[in-house]
């Protein structure tokens, strides 16, 4: 019997509770709300093991969201000073200890997780999956692809699994203060490496990108009264944690604004025409 996996067990015998799936030497408990209607001893039934809130071996007949060995996005249905739980298309929530998050998740958040067997032979999730997602995807340089972010590194930037199956990453240097571990992107492939990860953008090709930063400028200035408090002379952190763009790209759109006469530049701000 494979705990975690789906699996075919034949009915050896039955009781007023549910019936008994195995053999005789090993058996397992399909509770009787879950019983395909006219089972008898000797017929197959396809089942899910995992424990129940006993820990103890249960089969069922319902679908998990997630089996072992396979990735998924799963939301958060609750959580506790242990750990968070997570709902997978159970009776039992899937516990999330709080040393496999790779950020604190609160309910109703989702998060790319995989399957693990702990200690007790209990079945648990984690976040860490970076060893598990595929180096052979299709997607090619300036592709567009949606994924989730599932870890992030001061060193490296924010990982990312497109399709929740293959390896990428957004670099540090493209990295803004408004992505986040779960959430779930539109991004650009910006380089295929050697060992098949993708690197990405959030960002567009220039042209595009800039047209984009200039609305968002724009956007910006009005909710400061149409006049804001500095001009792209400013800190980078500071423009980056306004705009979520770097100084670069702050300027560049900056300067496209000016041509169009949308804006003007005075001594200590930015001002709407």
């Given amino acids: 019997m494979k705990l975690g996996e789906k699996q075919v067990l034949t009915v050896v015998k039955t009781v007023d509770f ?11 408990l399909l509770p009787k709300k879950q019983v395909p209607e006219g089972i008898e001893v000797g ?3 396809e089942v899910f093991l995992y424990k129940d809130s ?8 319902h679908e998990p969201k997630l089996t072992l060995g396979k990735l998924a ?9 242990m750990g968070a739980f997570l709902d997978w298309g159970l009776e039992k929530d899937l516990f999330l200890p709080f040393r496999q998050q790779t950020a604190k998740v609160q309910k109703g958040d989702k998060c790319l997780v995989t399957l693990y067997i702990d200690k007790s032979e209990r079945l648990c999730a984690t976040m860490k999956v970076y060893h598990q ?14 994924g989730i972010i599932y870890d992030r590194s001061d060193e490296f930037g924010m990982f990312v699994a497109v399709d929740n199956l293959y390896s990428a990453r957004i670099p540090k240097k493209d990295c803004n203060g408004r992505l986040h571990v779960g959430d779930i992107i539109e991004a650009r492939v910006t380089a ?3 060992d098949g990860k993708l690197d990405l953008s959030v960002r567009d090709k220039i042209p595009v ?12 200035i009005r909710g400061y009264q ?3 408090p500095f001009t792209d002379k400013a800190e980078p952190e500071r423009i980056k944690q306004e705009f979520g763009m770097s100084k670069a790209a702050f300027k560049r759109a900056v300067g496209r604004l000016l041509k169009q006469g949308k804006i003007e530049i005075l001594e200590g701000g930015i001002r709407i025409r």
Avoid: F, W
């Avoid at 549910?18 to 397992?28: A, F, K, P, T, W």
């Avoid at 996005?73 to 000073?81: G, I, K, P, Q, Y």
């Avoid at 052979?136 to 692809?145: A, F, L, N, T």
């Fill in 18 to 28: 549910g019936v008994y799936l195995g053999s005789d030497e090993e058996r397992v």
């Fill in 43 to 45: 017929d197959p039934v």
């Fill in 54 to 61: 006993s820990d103890r071996l249960i089969a069922t007949t």
């Fill in 73 to 81: 996005v799963l939301e958060v249905a609750d959580t506790n000073r």
């Fill in 133 to 146: 997602l595929q180096t052979d995807s299709p997607y090619g340089k300036d592709d567009k692809v949606t």
């Fill in 192 to 194: 295929v490496k050697e």
């Fill in 209 to 220: 990108q800039m047209d984009k930063d200039a609305e968002l400028i724009l956007k910006v």
């Fill in 226 to 228: 149409g006049e804001l």
